[in-house]
């Protein structure tokens, strides 16, 4: 599975666009990019998922680079409840275990 | 719907003891996953079950570990001669069919391994 490459923490004020990126320079054809992300002592929640076009669900918005080396995850709108460790993982189609790294720590605050 | 229930919630065990973690997963939720998550760290796989596929155990670290699934309901993860470094939060998910579907994730049991 190709590794992701995330900072380790980033700060956002409430009500602006949170942009968490993720670099996956050794990503392949086949391999997608899915978000989760888990808020303070909860299981992690899944967020969204993409391999080449950009996607946008009532969560966020994935924006893929056309070389598919990077991608960034948009919180249109955060609020204080979008406090999580952000993850983006890379995945094989076909295969069914997720590989999570350290993740991004997104602090919203007021 | 209930989504998916881990227990016990927290288990605190002496070292070399075996314990026992269950999973109920979502209802008709064939593909079934175990993690465990130390602590300041991102989840290590351990144990994946699909329908009546054998297991993925791939990611179980020792012998010690072992899981079950009884047809694609519950699942429990075994932890035997327990030690120190196996204190975790143990996270269970299921999804509608494994593949690319999206993994339910339940509360997590945290072990602590005195």
């Known amino acids: 599975d190709a590794k992701t490459t995330q900072p380790t923490s980033m700060d956002c004020a409430e009500g602006r666009a949170a942009n968490l990126p993720c670099n996956h320079s050794t990503i392949s054809g086949n391999e997608y990019v899915y978000w989760y992300r888990q808020i303070h002592s909860q299981g992690p929640q899944y967020i969204i998922h993409?391999?080449?076009n950009n996607e946008t669900n009532e969560m966020a918005s994935l924006i893929i680079t056309e070389d598919r080396k990077s991608s960034t995850l948009i919180l249109p709108h955060a609020t204080l409840r979008d406090t999580a460790v952000y993850y983006c993982i890379v995945r094989v189609y076909n295969t069914d275990k997720l590989i999570f790294g350290t993740g991004t720590r997104l602090q919203v605050f007021p | 719907g209930a989504g998916v229930s881990q227990s016990p919630s927290n288990k605190v065990t002496e070292k070399g003891k075996d314990v026992e973690l269950r999973c109920d997963p979502i209802?008709?939720?064939?593909?079934l996953y175990w993690y465990r998550q130390r602590l300041g760290q991102g989840l290590e796989f351990l144990i994946y079950?699909?329908?009546?596929?054998?297991?993925?155990k791939s990611g179980l670290p020792s012998d010690r570990f072992s899981a079950e699934r009884t047809g694609e309901s519950v699942s429990t993860l075994t932890i035997q001669r327990t030690q120190q470094e196996d204190s975790a939060v143990y996270l269970c998910a299921s999804s509608l069919d494994g593949g690319l579907g999206e993994q339910y994730f339940g509360p997590g049991t945290r072990l602590t391994v005195t």
């Open positions: 209802s008709g939720h064939t593909a």
């Open positions: 079950f699909q329908g009546n596929s054998a297991p993925d």
């Open positions: 993409g391999l080449k």
